[in-house]
């Protein structure tokens, strides 16, 4: 497959997909829209991955490539009905993009936490074989307040009701991490929206702490990053058989 990735800060790249798409021989190309690349045809690739940010959906002055990059997301699902997975911005961009609603939490999520399957959760093709309960990666102030029409929850924790959904067969927003690396902390602990986001959440000093809890639960979240990432895979591949 190819793969597109649109990347919105240098440090949030695909983290851990990058060493499954190179052990399945899929190419993958990161356009860094922050450093104004520009977004190439779309007509050239399979899938897009859209990663996180610091920035947010609505701060298009501040950040006026997200124009094109949602003009991008509509384009690549409701016209072209490519393969579509976002992570945390990448989300909110895709419930934003299809006419859904970003807003600010009341309560940050940072940190070590759980989300839960909803019932469209626990039978839908991108999770299967997950437990009820995912541990994951949380860093994140803003959520899906509504999603798209057509959209489906899939899993929830008590402080954000959409913490993954999918739209149609095979466009997905997840919004906790699950593509970390031993890097991962430690690099967004360096960008100063993030860590302002973890010291107010779980108070100075947490970066270490953080680094530790992340590292102790790691090989679990890579196994789950890689049964996301195959069973993605699996349903694109038989979304498009069922349409050819």
């Known amino acids: ?7 919105h800060i240098p440090v949030e790249h695909p983290g851990v997909f990058r060493d499954f798409f190179a052990a399945d021989g899929h190419s993958w190309q990161a356009v860094e829209l922050d450093a104004f690349e520009e977004i190439p045809d779309l007509g050239q690739f399979d899938v897009l991955w859209v990663m996180g940010g610091p ?3 609505w701060q298009e002055e501040e950040y006026p490539w997200l124009v094109k990059e949602k003009q991008a997301i509509r384009e690549a699902v409701l016209e072209r009905g490519m393969p579509f997975l976002g992570f945390c911005l990448g989300a909110q961009l895709l419930a934003d993009a299809l006419g859904g609603e970003v807003g600010v939490m009341p309560t940050p999520e940072v940190g070590v936490m759980s989300v839960s399957l909803t019932g469209d959760g626990r039978n839908d093709p991108l999770f299967q ?3 009820q309960k995912i541990q994951c990666l949380q860093w994140h102030s803003y959520r899906v307040h509504r999603m798209p029409v057509g959209g489906r929850a899939l899993c929830e924790s ?3 009701s959409v913490q993954a959904f999918a739209v149609g067969d095979t466009a997905y927003g997840i919004q906790y991490h699950v593509e970390q690396t031993p890097q991962t902390v430690p690099e967004w602990g360096d960008v100063p929206a993030y860590r302002e986001a973890l010291e107010q959440t779980l108070g100075p000093g947490a970066l270490e702490a953080l680094e530790r809890e992340v590292a102790k639960h790691l090989p679990q979240f890579n196994t789950d990053a890689e049964r996301l990432y195959r069973n993605f895979l699996s349903q694109c591949t038989t979304a498009s058989t069922s349409t050819s």
């Open 1 to 7: 497959m190819r793969i597109l990735v649109f990347q």
């Open 129 to 131: 074989g997950f437990d």
């Open 158 to 160: 008590d402080l954000c």
């Open 55 to 57: 920035m947010d959906t």
